[in-house]
């Protein structure tokens, strides 16, 4: 099992540098992305909160998205995974947000994705989507893969604003 404050060591290092503030709207890693970014001593620098928004009822309960932002998007796609990322980020007044959204396993969901689908964005001064495809069905390490791939993603980007 990968050591959750090893994960997120170096992103939470430039946060708290940068004395910058992140906020987490997360689907299928059902909090673990959360769990990483605050297992490093001092987190409460930088982490602001985050919303676990595995359904439609909890992204409009938790992050206010209306119903007309939902206009020709589909969960567990790049736009919604923006549209998360730009709404906790309002909703929590943060420099940064990392969304993701997808399907763990062992099955697809009933958008048509595979297990092992996941889109993930981030949201501030530098913004960025990607979509993971692992190709397994093995729900917990694809949540693994999914957290690793938000965090390097974040720290991309988090570099990147540096520049």
Same mark, same amino acid.
């Given at each position: 099992?990968?050591?959750? #404050? /090893?994960?997120?060591? /170096?992103?939470?290092?430039?946060?708290?540098?940068?004395?910058? +503030?992140?906020?987490?709207?997360?689907?299928?890693?059902?909090?673990?992305?959360?769990?990483?970014?605050?297992?490093?001593? *001092?987190? /409460?620098?930088?982490?602001?909160?985050? &919303?676990?928004?595995? #359904?439609? +009822?909890?992204?409009?309960?938790?992050? $206010?998205?209306?119903?007309?932002?939902? !206009?020709?998007?589909?969960?567990?796609? =790049?736009?919604?995974?923006?549209?998360?990322? @730009? !709404?906790? @980020?309002?909703?929590?007044?943060? #420099?940064?947000?990392?969304?993701?959204?997808?399907?763990? *396993?062992? +099955?697809?969901?009933?958008? *048509? $994705?595979?297990?092992?689908?996941?889109?993930? &964005?981030?949201?501030?001064?530098?913004?960025?989507?990607? +979509?993971?495809? #692992? *190709?397994?069905?093995? @729900?917990?390490?694809?949540?693994?893969?999914?957290?690793?791939?938000?965090?390097?993603?974040? =720290?991309?980007?988090?570099? =990147?604003? @540096?520049?």
């Amino acid at each position: 099992m990968p050591d959750l #404050t /090893s994960m997120s060591a /170096s992103v939470g290092a430039l946060l708290k540098e940068g004395e910058q +503030t992140l906020a987490v709207s997360e689907s299928s890693c059902g909090g673990l992305l959360s769990a990483a970014l605050v297992a490093v001593p *001092g987190a /409460s620098a930088y982490y602001v909160g985050g &919303a676990v928004c595995y #359904t439609r +009822t909890a992204q409009q309960g938790l992050l $206010d998205v209306p119903e007309a932002a939902m !206009a020709g998007i589909r969960a567990s796609s =790049e736009p919604y995974a923006q549209l998360n990322a @730009r !709404a906790v @980020r309002e909703q929590l007044g943060t #420099t940064w947000a990392v969304s993701e959204t997808g399907a763990s *396993g062992p +099955t697809g969901n009933r958008y *048509g $994705d595979s297990a092992g689908h996941a889109c993930i &964005a981030v949201a501030g001064p530098v913004e960025k989507v990607i +979509t993971v495809e #692992t *190709g397994q069905a093995d @729900r917990e390490a694809n949540m693994w893969v999914f957290v690793q791939a938000a965090l390097d993603l974040l =720290e991309q980007c988090v570099q =990147e604003s @540096r520049q």
